[in-house]
């Protein structure tokens, strides 16, 4: 079967990681570059071995040396770029979050509707071995009716460049990084009904724009609870590793956040490995992406499926300031998500 040829759109961190995790799928991608910078792009190529390299963006997307087009860029580009290729026929693979906000993500989805491409998020996390294994437990019943789900995940990181800009953000660190920890959460619990959001209100040097740490708590469409607490500014001694909760009628699961193992105590206890040679989902997500451009089919991880986590996060946005209950379902977008 004749490979994939992809086009990233974008040479920063995002491709470079990209880039090393496609290089393992052997046969099934041929991949370009585009940047602004023809040399940029010129270097990626020559680095992980690229067919072409493009310092235009219009060009890349016109080009027939290119099947579909992976958006590496920025979140305020996100629906241009992503629309520019639509409109050259190419199928899309968005980094996520998808957009800044949900009438970004509608342009998105007008463009490739319009256009009958493929499209899909890189939302590595609906790919982690541990969310199958998790759903896996809760779908057999292993631990009764699922009543609650405590997601843990903080750390301290440096926020620099384009991260650090309110305009080019679009939100805070629940929409950039935290936007992987609702879709975790979702693929747990199943359908976000309505969340509230709460920060710090003692001072404290922020590191992000808009937010950088929120807890978050959210009803699901199946009658289970939900809370989130996500930040990028409280000291982790442990790298990152954490524990997270889930709570059913007859018995519970104890997991590390980011997937190492799950211990399950109730109709039977055991031990999980959900799996470490793709814990982060980044080649599953990707297998996939090519998968579904080669068959034809649409992608598991849809645009829908990041409308529902970009409704949340807009939800949990706007429950930030009117201190109430949000529905996920409304598609208004507050202030605070377009900058």
């Known amino acids: 079967m004749r490979p994939v040829r992809l086009c990233f759109i974008g040479c920063g961190k995002v491709t470079r990681l990209h880039s090393r995790v496609a290089r393992t799928l052997r046969s099934g991608l041929v991949l370009s570059y585009a940047s602004r910078s023809a040399e940029r792009a010129e270097e990626y190529r020559r680095r992980f071995g690229g067919l072409r390299a493009f310092g235009d963006y219009a060009a890349a997307c016109a080009s027939p040396d290119v099947d579909a087009v992976f958006v590496c860029t920025p979140h305020r580009f996100h629906a241009e770029h992503a629309a520019l290729a639509a409109r050259n026929g190419k199928h899309v693979l968005i980094e996520k979050p998808v957009t800044r906000n949900l009438s970004e993500l509608a342009s998105v989805e007008a463009a490739v509707t319009e256009a ?45 460049g384009w991260r650090a800009e309110a305009d080019m953000m679009g939100g805070g660190a629940l929409l950039e990084g935290g936007v992987h920890w609702v879709n ?7 359908r976000p009904t309505a969340v509230i959001a709460a920060r710090p209100e003692a001072p404290y040097p922020m590191i992000a724009p808009f937010e950088d740490s929120l807890e978050v708590l959210v009803r699901f469409a199946g009658g289970a609870v939900g809370k989130l ?7 982790n001694r442990a790298g990152g590793l954490q524990l997270s909760r889930m709570f059913g009628s007859l018995g519970n699961v104890v997991f590390e956040s980011n997937g190492l193992f799950a211990l399950v105590t109730g109709r039977r206890t055991r031990m999980r490995f959900p799996g470490v040679l793709d814990i982060m989902g980044f080649r599953g997500m990707l297998q996939h992406f090519v998968d579904s451009v080669r068959r034809g ?5 849809s645009l829908a499926v990041a409308r529902r986590d970009l409704a949340f996060v807009a939800a949990a946005y706007r429950s930030l300031e009117t ?10 977008t507050p202030a605070s998500m377009v900058g």
């Open 116 to 160: 009958g491409v493929l499209s899909m998020v890189a939302e590595n996390y609906f790919f982690k071995p541990l969310a199958r294994v998790l759903r896996e437990h809760v779908d057999a019943g292993d631990i009764g009716q699922l009543l609650f789900v405590e997601l843990n995940r903080t750390n301290r990181r440096p926020v620099r």
């Open 184 to 190: 975790l959460l979702c693929s747990i619990a199943g």
């Open 229 to 235: 607490l996500h930040s990028w500014n409280l000291l």
């Open 297 to 301: 089919t649409p992608p598991s991880m």
């Open 323 to 332: 201190g109430r209950m949000e529905p996920v379902d409304d598609a208004t």
